[in-house]
């Protein structure tokens, strides 16, 4: 940097494109020549690179893909007729998923009623059968009480 002229500016290259010169085949018989390559020439492009080399060739004309062919067109009527099996399907399932749902459910059901019936009953039977344990509870006698005013008295 110059303190009198500011910053420097970056160095411009020129960009030099070469044409190669068409050599003449030799003929390494007498025949007469027929032409093989185009009418034209293509052109010749230079690319100079960041470090300075030169690189020089022709461009290519990259093949091309063939195109695709269409794809036959799908009558509408199938498209619904397809759409409409798998839904027809897919509520089939659910129903099923749905009714062995309710079965599961109702069997639960039924198992804790004769859970619950079970337990219950062998806690009645234990009162009716249970015998009499002295100390075991307490003996209200009821015709020696005297009721006044909401109080027993004795």
Not at 38 to 55: E, K, M
Request: glycine fraction near 10%; charge should be positive; charged fraction near 10%.
């Amino acid at each position: 940097m110059h303190p009198e002229t500011g910053p420097t500016p970056p160095a411009v290259r020129a960009v030099e494109v070469h044409q190669p010169t068409p050599l003449t085949p030799a003929a390494p018989y007498a025949a007469p020549l027929t032409a093989v390559q185009s009418h034209t020439v293509p052109a010749v492009a230079s690319v100079i690179l960041p470090d300075g080399r030169v690189v020089t060739g022709y461009a290519i004309d990259h093949a091309r893909p063939e195109p695709v062919t269409a794809k036959p067109a799908v009558s509408q009527m199938a498209v619904n007729v397809a759409l409409g099996g798998v839904g027809f399907l897919a509520v089939c399932g659910g129903l099923l998923m749905l009714t062995t749902f309710i079965t599961a459910l109702a069997a639960l059901v039924t198992q804790l009623i004769t859970l619950a019936a079970v337990i219950f009953g062998g806690w009645i039977a234990m009162q009716v059968l249970g015998g009499n344990r002295h100390g075991a509870g307490t003996t209200v006698h009821i015709r020696k009480a005297v009721i006044k005013r909401n109080h027993f008295h004795r």
